[in-house]
């Protein structure tokens, strides 16, 4: 256990430094040995045990992978087709596997090691690129029938998307974001009304929402604003605070 700490100690260190050294990145092309060394590592703490949540030194170890996930969110603001072409392989490798607990698991941490990344608003080309990949996540939500990874997913897209929301504009009108919400904002909403899903698919309904065209989100308003209202009045404290937030929203 006490090595465990200390190798603990030691990730976290390096971590903040690699941050502090990544933040320079975009200005250095290259590099792509070191880019790809600096890969293996995040993507291992992202890696799923069966003995991670019995361990003395889970918190820590979760605090580690955070840290990760923000060395990969980094690391994509400056070699975002890099990151994608790993996470979209490591997602596949998963994909092909017999289903299992331990799969959806391994799955679910992969997902969670992605929820630093963030859309580019500029240049238009890699904003386009980043809501690409944002669609190719979405297909995989549709598709999947494991409520626990499509719960994850939900999450990491309110992730992903609650920057975006506080900064879109004219970008709604770009036919990469359209076309993500037309496709996810439907099932989304009609899943809402099954209490299994509600409580982790509604935050991304008031995302889908807050990113859409004006006629989108005039069209669509007043059912959502219902919806709000009654999850208000909903006895689950959890459930009647995300309906206020997403009003906030």
Request: a positive charge; one cysteine or more; aromatic letters at 10%.
């Given at each position: 256990v006490q090595l465990q700490r200390r190798e603990a100690a030691v990730e976290f260190i390096f971590s903040l430094a690699l941050l502090e050294v990544l933040k320079?990145?975009?200005?250095?092309?290259?590099?792509?040995?070191?880019?790809?060394?600096?890969?293996?590592?995040?993507?291992?703490?992202?890696?799923?045990?069966?003995?991670?949540?019995?361990?003395?030194?889970?918190?820590?170890?979760?605090?580690?992978?955070?840290?990760?996930?923000?060395?990969?969110?980094?690391?994509?603001?400056?070699?975002?087709?890099?990151?994608?072409?790993?996470?979209?392989?490591?997602?596949?490798?998963?994909?092909?596997?017999?289903?299992?607990?331990?799969?959806?698991?391994?799955?679910?941490?992969?997902?969670?090691?992605?929820?630093?990344?963030?859309?580019?608003?500029?240049?238009?080309?890699?904003?386009?690129?980043?809501?690409?990949?944002?669609?190719?996540?979405?297909?995989?939500?549709?598709?999947?029938?494991?409520?626990d990874i499509k719960h994850a997913l939900a999450g990491l897209f309110v992730e992903i998307l609650v920057p975006v929301a506080a900064a879109v504009k004219n970008e709604v009108n770009v036919p990469c974001v359209k076309n993500f919400v037309d496709l996810l904002y439907p099932p989304t909403l009609d899943a809402c009304t099954k209490n299994k899903h509600r409580l982790a698919l509604f935050p991304l309904v008031t995302c889908l929402l807050c990113v859409s065209q004006k006629t989108f989100f005039l069209n669509n308003w007043h059912y959502f604003l219902a919806m709000c209202?009654?999850?208000?009045?909903?006895?689950?404290?959890?459930?009647?605070?995300?309906?206020?937030l997403s009003m906030n929203l």
């Open positions: 320079q990145l975009p200005f250095h092309p290259g590099h792509s040995d070191i880019i790809q060394n600096i890969e293996n590592l995040a993507f291992r703490h992202f890696k799923y045990r069966d003995s991670i949540p019995n361990s003395p030194n889970s918190f820590n170890i979760h605090i580690i992978s955070d840290l990760y996930g923000e060395v990969v969110g980094t690391l994509a603001q400056s070699r975002f087709a890099s990151i994608k072409k790993r996470f979209m392989s490591e997602l596949k490798e998963l994909r092909s596997k017999e289903p299992s607990p331990h799969t959806t698991q391994s799955i679910i941490s992969l997902l969670m090691g992605m929820k630093f990344f963030r859309v580019k608003m500029v240049p238009i080309e890699e904003f386009e690129a980043s809501f690409q990949f944002m669609h190719e996540c979405a297909q995989y939500f549709l598709e999947v029938k494991d409520k209202l009654s999850n208000l009045k909903n006895r689950d404290q959890k459930m009647s605070r995300v309906g206020m």
